[in-house]
T-cell receptor
């Protein structure tokens, strides 16, 4: 079956602009996660949804970052007033019920964001 | 707080020789631990996971890892490396008991020489 998909695969923007990154989870997965991977680092947690609600947003770095999942399926990560330090690969993952339920997180290929 | 430390940023082996990628964890309770692999331009893939059942965990592609509580370690091994094993490997721990977030180590890049 289809895996987690993310669009766009690459996004180049200018400092100060607004960007939206989209994630399509595996069909039927209730849990959805966003991570950010900077060059040479491991992924860092941003936010986790269970259904439509954000169960844990403790990883969002500041109020320029926001994510939604209005119908419990597709999610959008929104970044306002982008800064050069936001340049990274943004990864999305989904899980059937969640890691604490013993389920695996399946990752998408990521969106590479470059802020000039 | 939960954390993992990957002791080597780079490991180089010859094809057909054993692989050892080292990981130590820090946890205030019995952790759930994972190894993920990331091939160039591909998504992260789960190799194996430990969730307090058997301490020796077998994964895909001939990899296995052993949970050693006394040493707080979860090292990844493979008896014989293949060229296709060249990739970035991440040791991962689940966050605190009431959250689903994964905490990744900094990664180990495995090179396999012919």
């Amino acid at each position: 079956g289809a895996g987690v998909s993310q669009t766009p695969s690459n996004k180049v923007t200018e400092k100060g602009k607004y960007v939206e990154l989209r994630c399509d989870p595996i069909s039927g997965h209730t849990a959805l996660y966003w991570y950010r991977q900077s060059l040479g680092q491991g992924p860092e947690f941003l936010i986790y949804f269970q259904g439509t609600g954000a169960a844990d947003d403790s990883g969002l770095p500041n109020d320029r970052f926001f994510a939604v999942r209005p119908e419990g399926s597709v999610s959008t990560l929104k970044i306002q007033r982008t800064e050069r330090g936001d340049s990274a690969v943004y990864l999305c993952a989904s899980s059937q019920l969640g890691t604490l339920a013993g389920d695996t997180q399946y990752f998408g290929p990521g969106t590479r964001l470059t802020v000039l | 707080a939960q954390s993992v430390t990957q002791l080597d940023s780079h490991v180089s082996v010859s094809e057909g020789t054993p692989v050892l990628l080292r990981c130590n964890y820090s946890s205030s309770y019995s952790p759930s631990l994972f190894w993920y692999v990331q091939h160039p331009n591909k998504g992260l893939q789960l190799l194996l996971k430990y969730t307090s059942a058997a301490t020796l965990v077998k994964g895909i592609n001939g990899f296995e890892a052993e949970f050693k509580k006394s040493e707080t370690s979860f090292h990844l091994t493979k008896p014989s490396a293949h060229m296709s094993d060249a990739a970035e490997y991440f040791c991962v721990v689940v966050g605190l008991f009431n959250t689903d977030k994964l905490i990744f180590g900094t990664g180990t890049r495995l090179q396999v020489f012919p």
